[in-house]
């Protein structure tokens, strides 16, 4: 069985040296992270601000931050995760860019591959929405809601992303390179699909969805998520983990005809497996501060989403806290090469697109063994 894994995701662009100030009381340099981290705040003192919204950490890094959680990570997590190369097995997490076969999100196109032949060579052309396969959202992908006018990270506005006044802010050219240390959850691995009703995990049965009958919603709560995560090394989390879980979304959809596919992201509904987005479990995420998180599947929480105090994972992670969110990841290979080599910990690298302006990206995401 594939268990807790520890992984470390490096992007190939952004190493920004750390900044120092000088304490005024000793004259002595200071790496202003640290001291952030050491007075990490608690859930309960979330939104620094009144008039931010829920559960937001907007200045915490600064008014001018665009790093967000990625200021957790330090070159001495790169050091010491690089230890864990020892094998020289390499597996990419990409689906196929054509996959699925129809994007889940009817708003985004499916990918269009045209082979242009100029007579003496041949190039690529591809039109393809950045979200519609394996994928990093960035910070500029989904505000809080419930405002006249959606809110960003760290006071981001509309404004700020299209029309005369557009810069590139939060731009997810910010998120080029950074190192993380990961913690993969392969819960479906573990309990099997149909025995995770028995442990509130939030689930959508493909084939039943895909033949528009009923839609099961086990919702996978914080303390399942601990559980699981000291199963079997009895480890725990660490601050700048990247969080994963395998829900098992992938391994079915593959199985399914390209009719059930179709049926499946053309549904009226759209549910499908995830997180629980309770406060709960949001407060349970900080408390562990993750770098970031990603999953196999359509939106890492449960979809639809709960909304306690009106907001959902999606608005706190990404604009509250700036914490980038990887969906539909394929993890099957990475958790058969788990089960065989008996080993959870390996270096991971993702280099995302370097697109000045960009929303989101392909997370061209690799670990190695």
């Not at 879980?245 to 053309?266: C, F, I, M, P």
């Amino acid at each position: 069985m594939a268990s807790f894994t520890q992984w470390i995701w490096s992007l190939s662009f952004r190493l920004i040296p750390t900044t120092l100030l000088l304490d005024s009381a000793s004259n002595v340099e200071v790496d202003w992270k640290k001291e952030k981290e050491k007075r990490r705040l608690r859930f309960e003192d979330l939104p620094l601000q009144k008039d931010d919204p829920a559960w937001s950490a907007w200045g915490l890094w600064g008014a001018d931050d665009e790093l967000s959680t990625l200021n957790l990570l330090t070159e001495e997590t790169i050091r010491e995760v690089s230890k864990e190369i020892k094998e020289g097995i390499s597996i990419p997490l990409n689906l196929p860019i054509e996959a699925p076969l129809l994007p889940m999100n009817p708003a985004r196109k499916r990918c269009n591959h045209n082979i242009l032949s100029k007579g003496y060579a041949n190039d690529d052309e591809l039109d393809f929405n950045t979200q519609s396969s394996s994928h990093w959202a960035g910070l500029r992908h989904y505000p809080y809601q419930n405002y006249d006018v959606p809110r960003y990270y760290n006071h981001a506005v509309q404004d700020d992303f299209t029309g005369p006044t557009a810069s590139s802010r939060i731009g997810i050219q910010y998120d080029t390179t950074f190192p993380i240390h990961n913690i993969f959850l392969p819960i479906q691995t573990w309990q099997g699909v149909e025995s995770l009703a028995a442990v509130s995990y939030s689930i959508c049965g493909l084939t039943r969805c895909a033949k528009a009958s009923s839609i099961r919603h086990l919702r996978h709560t914080p303390s399942r998520c601990t559980s699981f995560s000291k199963w079997p090394s009895n480890s725990t989390f660490q601050r700048g983990d990247i969080l994963l879980t395998r829900s098992g979304w992938t391994e079915e959809y593959v199985l399914l005809s390209d009719e059930q596919k179709v049926a499946l992201a053309q549904r009226k509904q759209r549910a499908f497996v995830g997180v629980e987005g309770s406060k709960d479990m949001i407060k349970w995420h900080w408390d562990n501060g993750f770098a970031a998180v990603a999953g196999d599947t359509n939106a890492y929480q449960a979809w639809p989403p709960t909304r306690e105090d009106g907001v959902c994972c999606h608005e706190v992670f990404l604009s509250g806290w700036g914490m980038p969110i990887g969906e539909v990841w394929d993890l099957e290979a990475l958790t058969r090469t788990c089960k065989r080599l008996g080993r959870w910990t390996f270096f991971l690298t993702s280099s995302h697109l370097n697109l000045e302006n960009g929303v989101a990206s392909p997370s061209n995401a690799i670990p190695t063994f």
